[in-house]
């Protein structure tokens, strides 16, 4: 996936979470971005966002 399509996608799901009143962290967008680059595992990707909301208290 070239960047500007995988900017475009980011963008287009941001806007699609944003319209049901949330918010997607900065730190949301670095995982995604990183999966959808291949630089982690999904595996990878599910262990930091558990942890992340076990930090967070979510």
Same mark, same amino acid.
């Given at each position: 996936m @070239? %960047? @500007?399509a995988l900017?475009?996608?980011m963008d287009n799901a941001e806007a699609s979470? %944003?319209?049901e009143g949330l918010e997607v962290s900065d730190y949301s967008k670095e995982l995604c971005r990183k999966l959808m680059r291949k630089e982690i595992t999904f595996d990878e990707y599910l262990k930091r966002v558990v942890a992340g909301a076990v930090t967070n208290g979510v």
């Open positions: @070239s %960047n @500007s900017q475009r996608a979470v %944003n319209m």
